[in-house]
């Protein structure tokens, strides 16, 4: 029996970088009242106040068995009376400086070129650098269709771990790439929960929607907890609806 379920966010209970929608907001509410859960995502946390906790109604008491894990886990908040950070694996000044030569030599290697892109193509998140292909704000279609398969990100991940072999190197999203310190991943995250939190690894099921080798949801796998792979957010209210019959 699993008494915590661990899910990522984007692609699995939202659509990327989109508020969770009301039937998956009950549904989680549901969820809280027989299980804890906790949510892993390459998003900052000030991304889950917007997409994750702006849309989630629940009974205030059962926040308390609800754990947040951003920026695929190199954060940590806590819930007691607010949302508190627990721990927070930040990156050094001389480390993203690394990372940003790193995505240059990576990107003008492959390619990559987008012209007039929706915001930001690269974020610093403070414990972690994220790359995304047409900008922060691009609309959901356009990330849909951009790189399905992952193959785009793929080829410009192979090119960032000949440059940054002491980082952890993930695909993740539509069109993310994130970057954290080596050993800073969802596995850590799986890690933390059991020295944390004190759950036992067969008492965990994780859900995601990239556990593909590269995926930013891949490492969990090696941890031995119970990984779900889904295709979207509607696949995974089935499965949130067998938790909770």
Request: charged share 30%; aromatic share 10%.
């Amino acid at each position: 029996m699993a008494k915590l379920i661990v899910f990522d966010l984007d692609g699995t209970l939202a659509k990327s970088k989109s508020p969770m929608d009301e039937e998956m907001s009950v549904l989680l509410g549901k969820l809280l009242e027989a299980h804890s859960v906790a949510v892993m995502s390459g998003g900052s946390y000030s991304q889950y106040q917007k997409q994750f906790l702006a849309s989630l109604h629940c009974k205030k008491e059962l926040l308390k068995k609800l754990y947040l894990f951003p920026t695929c886990s190199t954060a940590f908040y806590k819930f007691d009376k607010k949302w508190t950070e627990i721990y927070s694996e930040k990156l050094s000044k001389e480390q993203k400086e690394t990372i940003l030569n790193a995505f240059e030599k990576a990107l003008k290697t492959t390619r990559f070129n987008v012209s007039n892109p929706y915001g930001e193509i690269i974020e610093d998140r403070g414990s972690q650098i994220t790359f995304s292909a047409l900008g922060q704000q691009a609309p959901l279609e356009l990330k849909k269709e951009w790189d399905p398969d992952a193959k785009k990100r793929l080829q410009i991940k192979q090119e960032l771990d000949k440059y940054l072999p002491e980082f952890e190197v993930r695909v993740g999203g539509s069109t993310s790439i994130d970057v954290t310190r080596k050993g800073i991943d969802k596995a850590y995250g799986i890690e933390q929960i059991c020295k944390l939190l004190k759950f036992k690894k067969e008492e965990i099921v994780f859900v995601g929607d990239a556990l593909f080798e590269g995926g930013n949801d891949y490492p969990v796998k090696s941890t031995g907890v119970k990984c779900i792979q889904v295709e979207g957010p509607e696949e995974t209210k089935k499965i949130i609806t067998e938790f909770i019959s």
